[in-house]
C-alpha cells in the first residue's frame, strides 16, 4: 500500500525559510512524478511544483518560481521554500504520479496534507 | 483565476444525476487527460476518475467521465448523500509546463 507523508509545516515569519519532506513508502516502482500541491484555508486547489524520476530539470507554477525547490532522491522529495510571503499559507500536499508528468493514470496517492502559516 | 473552469456549485436531489463540467485549452485538455478528485472537508483529495473514463479501485461505478474536445464532463448517477463534497478536475499543460487545476465544484445532495 502506497503512502505518502508530509513533514516539516510549521508557523514561520514573512521573508523567513522552510523545507518540506515527503516519504513515499509501498511503492513497487520508482517510476513517478512527485508533485506539491497546495491548498489555502477555505480555497481551492493549487499545483506548486514537480520533479521526475528521470533527472529532467523540475517545473514550477508561476507564484513559487525563484523562490522555491524541489528535490528528490529515489523515492522521496523535499520542498525548499524560501522569502515566504503571507499568500504562502496553505496546507501542502505530496501527490504521486505515475510517469514523468500528469498523465493518463492521475495523481494517484496523496498525502495527508502538512500546514505552513507564514504570519508576522 | 483557475486555467480550468468548473461551476462553483451544483445540486441534486439523492438518486438523481449530477453532471460537473470541466473547460480547458488545446495545451491541457484538448491534447492530454484530464483526471478527477473528490475532498471532503478537512481531509486530502482523492481520485475518482483517471485515464479518460478509469476508476480507481474502491470508487463506485456510479461515477463516471467524459471528454469532448477541450472540456472534460463528471457524471454522478444515483446520487447519494455521502457523494457530499468538493470535486476538481486537473490536466497538464503542455504549453506551460504545468498542472493546472479547476476552481472546484461543491456538490450538494438536497
Known amino acids: 500500500q502506497v503512502q505518502l507523508v508530509e513533514s516539516g509545516g510549521r508557523v514561520v515569519q514573512p521573508g523567513y525559510s522552510l523545507t518540506l519532506s515527503c516519504v513515499v513508502s509501498?511503492?513497487?516502482?520508482?517510476?513517478?512524478?512527485i508533485h506539491w500541491v497546495r491548498q489555502a484555508p477555505g480555497r481551492g486547489l493549487e499545483w506548486v511544483a514537480h520533479?521526475?524520476?528521470?533527472?529532467?530539470p523540475p517545473n514550477y507554477s508561476e507564484s513559487v518560481r525563484g523562490r522555491f525547490t524541489v528535490s528528490r532522491d529515489k523515492t522521496n522529495s523535499a520542498l525548499q521554500m524560501s522569502a515566504l510571503r503571507l499568500e504562502d499559507s496553505a496546507v501542502y500536499y505530496c501527490?504521486?504520479?505515475?510517469?514523468?508528468?500528469?498523465?493518463?493514470?492521475?495523481?494517484?496517492?496523496w498525502g495527508q496534507g502538512t500546514p505552513v502559516t507564514v504570519s508576522s | 483565476q483557475s486555467v480550468l473552469t468548473q461551476p462553483p456549485s451544483v445540486s441534486a436531489a439523492p438518486g438523481e444525476k449530477v453532471t460537473i463540467s470541466c473547460s480547458g485549452t488545446?495545451?491541457?485538455?484538448?491534447?492530454?487527460?484530464v483526471s478527477w478528485y473528490q475532498q471532503f472537508p478537512g481531509t486530502a483529495p482523492r481520485l475518482v476518475i483517471y485515464?479518460?473514463?478509469r476508476r480507481p479501485s474502491g470508487i463506485p461505478g456510479r461515477f463516471s467521465a467524459s471528454k469532448s474536445g477541450t472540456s472534460g464532463t463528471l457524471a454522478i448517477t444515483g446520487l447519494e448523500t455521502e457523494d457530499e463534497a468538493d470535486y476538481y478536475c486537473?490536466?497538464?499543460?503542455?504549453?506551460?509546463?504545468?498542472?493546472?487545476f479547476g476552481g472546484g465544484t461543491k456538490l450538494t445532495v438536497l
Open positions: 501527490v504521486r504520479a505515475l510517469g514523468t508528468i500528469l498523465g493518463s493514470t492521475g495523481f494517484d496517492h
Open positions: 509501498g511503492s513497487t516502482t520508482t517510476l513517478y512524478s
Open positions: 520533479v521526475s524520476f528521470d533527472g529532467s
Open positions: 488545446n495545451s491541457n485538455i484538448g491534447s492530454g487527460y
Open positions: 485515464d479518460r473514463n
Open positions: 486537473a490536466s497538464w499543460d503542455r504549453r506551460l509546463s504545468v498542472v493546472v
